[in-house]
């Protein structure tokens, strides 16, 4: 059986709407052999390239077609092959937190792996290198928080953006993790959220 082959009966066994990195296959193959039997497939339709070294089996719906996945499923993948940790920054973080409808065009990720930029599609998602007093942090409503305010700036916080976390924050039931994670954000941060955790039943 020809390694494409064997390739290829892997990724059938895989559910539609996998993503599938070379690196999946470099316990049985050597990365060139890897990427060729990937590159195949996808001249074949099989699957899609997403970026590099980035592929997709597609998940079809019968209104929307092929459904891509997120940059956050792709991040995560990655982070899972790296072995590294990261967290959402920057525009995207607000997205994510609910604190904005836009979804940016560029994705931020904060890591303690490599850095990178991956093109897919028309969205960017970039893998910035921290420092790990950055990804101390264990919880990850918390880090959302902590980052949508830090892109806003200390003296660009609004009353809404509060009053949008503090509803957030009562909806989740997680204010007990806020309150131990919250020590590793900036001072002011601090300030505002130990505000809205002591202004709550939940605090």
Partial sequence: MTITKKVEETINQLPAGSLILIDDFLDEFDYENARKALQRLYGSEQIMRLGRGIYYKPKESELLGIIKPSAEQ?????????????????????????????????????????????????????????????????????????????????????????????????????????????RYAPAWIQKHILSILNSTDYG
Avoid: C
Wanted: charged share 25%.
């Fill in 74 to 182: 792709i991040a995560e993948a990655i982070a899972k092959r790296d072995k590294a940790r990261i967290i959402p920054t920057g525009a995207y973080a607000q997205f994510r937190l609910g604190l904005t409808t836009q979804v940016p065009m560029k994705v931020i990720y904060l890591t303690d792996g490599s850095p990178r930029k991956i093109q897919v599609g028309n969205q960017k998602i970039a893998f910035k290198k921290t420092s790990p007093k950055n990804l101390a942090v264990d919880h990850m409503l918390t880090s959302l928080i902590i980052q949508a305010l830090r892109e806003f700036g200390e003296g660009n916080v609004e009353p809404e953006h509060l009053n949008k976390i503090k509803a957030i924050i009562e909806k989740s039931n997680e204010s007990k993790y806020i309150k131990a994670n919250i």
